[in-house]
């Protein structure tokens, strides 16, 4: 199985700054891709970027050019730089990541955090 463990979610005022922080735990064998999926009250989920292994990144519409993302292969971590945030923004930020565990090294799983709230309000 696998732990996901997210931070630095809060409020913030709008045109702040927050960078998230996913940690990934477990029996892993390697991890595929991460990413960052929100949920506003009354909203479907959706994408926010997501990062393959390889380092190649895809973003929503809403948020290029405002937030980035990245990870740090050695720690199983994914990060998100939020800048420049507006109350549009504001959700619960959910952490995404496929790994391959070390006990089915064919399969890939899918597996989400609990969620940080992002609150972007003056």
């Known amino acids: 199985q696998v732990q996901l463990v997210e931070s630095g979610g809060g409020l913030v005022q709008p045109g702040g700054s927050l960078r998230l922080s996913c940690a990934a735990s477990g029996s892993i064998f390697s991890i595929v891709a991460m990413g960052w999926y929100r949920q506003a009250p009354g909203n479907q989920r959706e994408l926010v970027a997501t990062i393959t292994s390889g380092g190649s990144t895809n973003y929503a519409d809403s948020v290029k050019g405002r937030f980035t993302i990245s990870r740090d292969n050695a720690k199983n971590t994914v990060y998100l730089q939020m800048n420049n945030l507006k109350p549009e923004d504001t959700a619960v930020y959910h952490c995404?990541?496929?790994?391959?565990?070390?006990?089915?090294?064919?399969?890939?799983?899918?597996?989400w955090g609990q969620g940080t709230q992002v609150t972007v309000s003056s």
């Open positions: 995404n990541t496929k790994a391959v565990l070390t006990t089915t090294p064919s399969y890939v799983y899918n597996y």
